[in-house]
């Protein structure tokens, strides 16, 4: 009897162990990994760049919600990283496992972070689900996630608020839906969570309540899994560090998963840069394909984007019930816009903790730019705010607002050469607006009618006057067009430049450089992901690093070419004549050289 016992004892141990080594090996496919790069270790000294913001001001551009739902926030607190463990993980929230995805470290506040979260992370209190019709506190994205930016040079690490972020979205977003998979699936990872999220001593009904959330939480993310997940074609095309498409994302967020509809799936093939926002208010369009004039719908538009929820299917898709958080959205903008150009967030000058600048290179720049760069990007900021007190001035539009707005410089897409298909994915997409009614409708028309269907029922809830309406709209006549799409890109000023690389709008030129040479000297393949910065040539160092993306020019929307200096016609790609290697550099001094009205030239330590 004792040799049977001892054999079923050993039988079950090796039962046992078969299921964890068949469980270790199918969770360590390629489809349960979280590839990024290890933690990047903060500088010695710490620094922001002055860009006419007060601490506060920071605070809430960083932390204000927008209406946006990653998780409930109780469970985002508790759920632990995706590593295959029995014995538990560290938790998802960790500051420096975050951080390998880029994510920049911010300060407590009792108010607006209580827990130390990110920058680019808000907890809102009372998010409205519109499929529950119930409001409960959740943590959500703002657009200070993608738009906060940090640069490492030497024992230096300095922030530049409204430049872009080196964060990796799509491996953030997969990390998380496998930590939300795993603690359903683990034995003993969700007893765990339970415990974390109730405390020790709950009750059954707590227990079933959690449960059921949790489990029709998941339920309600199987119909983008199955229609959009890995394998589906829809995200296969990785965008990497400091890029997404952002259009395809909204659209799809909008017409396929908010209407339910899967045939309304397009393939996101144009990822693209995430923009600097300093001056983008005050532009009469945005978007690098020129595309959207009204800032709310623009905010809005981002919101949903960055998973804000709104109910476009059954008998009630025309209340367009949705969660965005248009006061939060309204408090961002004023932040970034103040009340006139320039008085807002502010484009950062040259940071005093890197190289001197040479004012003999400036002054050459400054001749090289005049003649070839400013016929699109404009001139400097102080001639441009010179202009803008005219009474006719030539660089600004006046609306029937009596609102002045900085005419940016738009460039068929065919004269510039660059990547066509951020430009023409937009334009050719449509969508079956489904129960809303309107048939089957182009990408732009779509979005303007979800849009603005959440907005005016925003007005019409809060009983805003006109007056009022058109000062949320940043100050837009609601007659204009909000939105167009057209083959073109848009040029826009260059001040702060220096801060936002990889370049071109879809990332494509890794340092300033290469986007002043010719095509056959640009690199075909480049590393990003990296936070250390080149001053010379000015980027980020493209070296290769474990965990970083390969950015390979070849890929669908990643094309290096247009916006080429060389010799021959203009047109076609070619903007301007091919220029000496002193030359290049003469024009990159001189970029780096442009500044602010009313900032310091230094940059503040902490």
């Known amino acids: 009897m004792k040799r049977i016992a001892i054999a079923a004892v050993l039988i079950v141990i090796v039962i046992v162990l078969l299921v964890v080594a068949g469980g270790y090996l199918y969770l360590n496919k390629p489809e349960f990994q979280v590839d990024v790069p290890a933690y990047q270790n903060p500088q010695e000294q710490f620094s922001r760049a002055e860009q006419g913001w007060t601490d506060d001001q920071r605070l809430h551009f960083h932390h204000t919600p927008q209406g946006t739902r990653l998780v409930p926030y109780d469970w985002f607190m508790a759920l632990e990283q995706p590593c295959f463990s029995l014995f538990g993980c560290d938790l998802f929230t960790n500051k420096t496992y975050l951080a390998r995805f880029g994510f920049l470290s911010s300060q407590m506040d009792s108010n607006l972070n209580p827990d130390g979260l990110p ?23 703002t657009c200070a996630a993608c738009h906060t930016g940090e640069l490492h040079y030497g024992k230096y690490a300095v922030q530049v608020d409204g430049a872009p972020a080196m964060i990796e979205v799509t491996e953030f977003q997969k990390a998380l839906l496998l930590a939300v998979g795993f603690t359903q699936k683990i034995p003993f990872r969700y007893g765990r969570f339970e415990k974390r999220v109730l405390g020790p001593n709950a009750s059954e009904d ?13 339920d309600s993310a199987q119909f983008e899994l199955d229609n959009a997940g890995p394998g589906k074609g829809i995200y296969d095309n990785q965008a990497g560090f400091d890029r997404t498409d952002a259009l395809t994302r909204i659209g799809n967020q909008v017409f396929a998963v908010d209407m339910h509809n899967a045939a309304n799936f397009a393939p996101a093939n144009a990822p693209v840069r995430f923009p600097q926002v300093w001056d983008a208010s005050w532009f009469n369009w945005v978007q690098y394909n020129s595309s959207i004039s009204d800032p709310l719908v623009r905010n809005v538009g981002e919101s949903l984007g960055v998973r804000a929820a709104v109910k476009l299917y059954g008998a009630d898709a025309k209340d367009f019930g949705n969660s965005v958080h248009i ?8 932040l970034l816009s103040g009340p006139a150009p320039y008085q807002g967030l502010r484009p950062p000058n040259w940071p005093s903790v890197f190289p001197s600048l040479d004012e003999k290179k400036i002054a050459r720049g400054a001749e090289l730019y005049k003649s070839i760069c400013q016929p699109c990007h404009l001139p400097s900021v102080d001639e441009l705010v010179a202009d803008l007190k005219k009474p006719q001035p030539t660089y600004w539009w006046e609306n029937s607002q009596k609102k002045r707005f900085l005419i940016v410089k738009d460039v068929k897409e065919s004269f510039v050469g660059t990547d066509p298909h951020e430009a023409t994915d937009f334009i050719n997409r449509t969508a079956d607006t489904g129960d809303l009614g309107k048939g089957r409708v182009s990408a732009g028309v779509g979005l303007d009618l979800v849009t603005n269907g ?7 809830k809060t009983k805003l006057t006109p007056e009022e309406q058109i000062e949320w709209r940043g100050g837009r006549d609601p007659r204009d067009p909000p939105v167009r799409a057209e083959p073109i890109y848009k040029a826009r000023p260059l001040t702060g430049i220096w801060a936002v690389s990889p370049y071109l709008h879809n990332g494509s030129i890794p340092n300033l450089y290469a986007l002043l040479s010719p095509q056959n000297e640009r690199p075909n393949t480049f590393w990003t992901g990296s936070k250390e910065f080149d001053p010379v040539k000015v980027g980020h160092d493209t070296s290769e690093m474990k965990g970083a993306y390969l950015y390979d020019v070849a890929k669908p929307g990643n094309s290096n070419r247009g916006h080429e200096f060389k010799d021959g016609p203009r047109g076609n790609g070619v903007v301007g004549p091919a220029l000496s290697p002193d030359d290049r550099f003469a024009i990159i001094e001189y970029l780096k050289s442009l500044q602010a009205p009313g900032v310091q030239s230094s940059s503040k330590n902490k």
């Open 119 to 141: 920058i680019g992370f808000a907890r809102q209190q009372n998010f409205y689900d519109p499929e529950t019709k119930t409001t409960y506190p959740v943590v959500g994205l």
């Open 206 to 218: 707590q227990r079933t309540d959690l449960k059921q959330r949790f489990t029709a939480f998941i």
């Open 327 to 334: 006061e939060g959205l309204k408090e961002l903008e004023w």
């Open 454 to 460: 959440i907005v005016n029922k925003f007005f019409d």
